[in-house]
T-cell receptor, first 116, second 114 residues
Framework: GAGVSQSPSNKVTEKGKDVELRCDPISGHTALYWYRQSLGQGLEFLIYFQGNSAPDKSGLPSDRFSAERTGGSVSTLTIQRTQQEDSAVYLC??????????????FGPGTRLTVT | AQSVSQHNHHVILSEAASLELGCNYSYGGTVNLFWYVQYPGQHLQLLLKYFSGDPLVKGIKGFEAEFIKSKFSFNLRKPSVQWSDTAEYFCAVSPMNRDDKIIFGKGTRLHILP
């Protein structure tokens, strides 16, 4: 089946503009994660969704960042008033939680955001 | 809160050399441990994982990792690397059976010389 997809693959925006990044998880996966990957900084956790539960937003770096997950599937990460330090690759991952779950995360290709 | 430390940020080896990438974590309880790999231009993917049982875990492409509880370590090894192993490797840890608290290390870039 299809893997995790993300769009756009690349986004160049001017400082101060808002951007929306989209993630389509694997069908049936209840958990969805957003990470930010910067050179030399590894994967920085941003937000976690699990089913219909309230999301864990503890990783969002500022109130300019927000995320939604509609219908337990597609997720949108929104960055308002973008700053140059927001430039990074934004990764989405999904996983399945169940009795036989291995908690393996399946990652998308990422969205490379460049703020000029 | 747990944390993960990968001591080697950039490793350069020749083909056929042996590889060991270090991973140490800090967490007081029982953990799940993972190694993920990102080949150039590809998605992050799972290399291997430890949940319980035999502390020596074997993964894809000849990789293995050993969980040493007393040292809080989960080092990745391969006896003979290939040029195709050039990639970035990430260690990750989560509390046992918790998928909401997975913490990744900063990664190790491995470059294999042909």
């Amino acid at each position: 089946g299809a893997g995790v997809s993300q769009s756009p693959s690349n986004k160049v925006t001017e400082k101060g503009k808002d951007v929306e990044l989209r993630c389509d998880p694997i069908s049936g996966h209840t958990a969805l994660y957003w990470y930010r990957q910067s050179l030399g900084q590894g994967l920085e956790f941003l937000i976690y969704f699990q089913g219909n539960s309230a999301p864990d937003k503890s990783g969002l770096p500022s109130d300019r960042f927000s995320a939604e997950r509609t219908g337990g599937s597609v997720s949108t990460l929104t960055i308002q008033r973008t700053q140059q330090e927001d430039s990074a690759v934004y990764l989405c991952a999904s996983s399945w939680r169940g009795l036989a779950s291995s908690y393996e995360q399946y990652f998308g290709p990422g969205t490379r955001l460049t703020v000029t | 809160a747990q944390s993960v430390s990968q001591h080697n940020h950039h490793v350069i080896l020749s083909e056929a050399a042996s590889l060991e990438l270090g991973c140490n974590y800090s967490y007081g309880g029982t953990v799940n441990l993972f190694w993920y790999v990102q080949y150039p231009g590809q998605h992050l993917q799972l290399l291997l994982k430890y949940f319980s049982g035999d502390p020596l875990v074997k993964g894809i492409k000849g990789f293995e990792a050993e969980f040493i509880k007393s040292k809080f370590s989960f080092n990745l090894r391969k006896p003979s690397v290939q040029w195709s192993d050039t990639a970035e490797y990430f260690c990750a840890v989560s509390p046992m059976n918790r998928d909401d608290k997975i913490i990744f290390g900063k990664g190790t870039r491995l470059h294999i010389l042909p």
